[in-house]
């Protein structure tokens, strides 16, 4: 909530007292409906609904629309997803987008506004409850500042989130008979609902899941997560890649986020879709990959750097084979990253429109084929490192 209610020792009361009544009343008031009333279906429905938008308001509007400008939208657009963003009740998106933004910059730091390494309760939801790092700083957002949309709606943020989720149910429960079933599921329920997921990505996608994009920090990917947070649970990859609007970078991710963003540059609605170049994303897993390889080979007495001067060391003899394995697969690694460059950069030259359709599609092909040539070669060397360090360490933590 906004900072204006906090008190003089630390305590926001009105986001600790919002945040704990409204659980106690929907613990109370759904057993209560429910025992006396029919299955609100209507009202269960118009949940739903509510979370996807409220929900996309929050993905695809505060995070990657205002807080890491990972595309354009049309004034329509953004108009739409700051009003979603307001029906979620975390924030105007000034504020909510000011804390992220330190967050990134400062992470797992005594700096960060919701640090996960101060435990689960911490950076799940007590630091929504205190005066903490940066509350209250606007500094990292000054273009939002300058953004009139933007600031109507932290001006008016309380009188469209009390609209969303009051107004709109009451009216929706006038139509269909039911108000009392609306304000209780599709208002207060489904408030509480997107809450608690949308904060399991500030505590349990730092805490759960694997690092397979960079060891750095303590983010992870957790598809599981993705499922109720609109695709933000692959959040290594988008603290590696910040300004990529997919947070799941592969078809097969779970990511409504990206889908909802691409379906709207199809219609017109969002432009200047930004996504980290293939070539830069396999480059830098295989850079935190051999860091780690690295690591845990000190941890043995030896060096990737003394691999080539001494490939011929007794020491190295039982793993020998091996070992020049991991080295060829290294420089075809290498080989194989360095064409996955150029076919990019002669795929955005210049503008494919300004070329026959032939050489288009060559064009498209050779960087499809030097795609799938880097993937394959690049799980081929983490395969043969992994490989390599169980030789070494019957329990190694290489590629989690």
């Not at 939002?144 to 009216?171: S, T």
């Not at 070539?279 to 860091?291: I, L, P």
Request: glycine share 6%; charged share 20%; aromatic share 12%.
């Amino acid at each position: 909530m906004k900072d204006t209610h906090a008190s003089e020792n630390g305590i926001i009361w009105v986001s600790l007292i919002f945040l704990i009544a409204t659980p106690i009343a929907a613990a109370i008031l759904v057993p209560w409906y429910l025992l006396t009333h029919a299955v609100p279906t209507a009202a269960i429905t118009t949940a739903l609904i509510l979370w996807g938008i409220t929900g996309m308001g929050i993905c695809a509007g505060y995070h990657r629309l205002f807080a890491h400008r990972c595309y354009k939208a049309n004034p329509l657009l953004r108009a739409f997803l700051l009003i979603a963003g307001a029906g979620a009740l975390e924030n105007s998106a000034i504020a909510w987008c000011a804390a992220h933004r330190f967050h990134h910059r400062h992470v797992d730091t005594d700096e960060d506004p919701y640090n996960a390494k101060r435990g689960f309760w911490f950076s799940h939801i007590g630091w929504v409850f205190r005066r903490g790092a940066h509350h209250g700083d606007l500094s990292s957002v000054p273009d939002l500042l300058q953004d009139p949309l933007c600031r109507w709606q932290d001006r008016y943020y309380l009188v469209i989130g009390a609209l969303f989720n009051v107004g709109l149910p009451v009216l929706l429960g006038w139509l269909t008979g039911d108000v009392l079933g609306m304000l209780i599921f599709a208002g207060l329920v489904r408030v509480i609902v997107v809450h608690h997921f949308t904060f399991t990505i500030n505590s349990l996608a730092h805490m759960w899941g694997r690092q397979p994009w960079s060891p750095s920090n303590t983010s992870r990917d957790n598809w599981i997560i993705s499922l109720i947070s609109f695709g933000e649970g692959y959040h290594n990859y988008h603290h590696s890649f910040q300004s990529d609007y997919r947070n799941g970078p592969l078809w097969y991710n779970y990511d409504p986020g990206k889908w909802f963003i691409w379906s709207m540059s199809r219609i017109g609605l969002a432009s200047d879709l930004h996504r980290a170049p293939a070539d830069v994303v396999y480059r830098r897993r295989f850079k935190e990959k051999r860091a780690a390889l690295s690591e845990h080979l000190s941890r043995w007495g030896e060096r990737i750097e003394e691999w080539k001067a001494r490939p011929g060391s007794p020491s190295l003899c039982p793993r020998q084979d091996l070992l020049n394995h991991l080295l060829n697969a290294e420089a075809q690694l290498k080989s194989a990253l360095a064409e996955l460059k150029a076919a990019r950069l002669r795929l955005t030259s210049e503008p494919l429109e300004r070329i026959g359709a032939a050489w288009r599609a060559q064009r498209r092909a050779q960087f499809r084929r030097a795609k799938r040539s880097a993937q394959k070669t690049l799980r081929h060397w983490e395969m043969l490192a992994q490989s390599y360090i169980a030789r070494l360490d019957p329990a190694p933590e290489f590629g989690t």
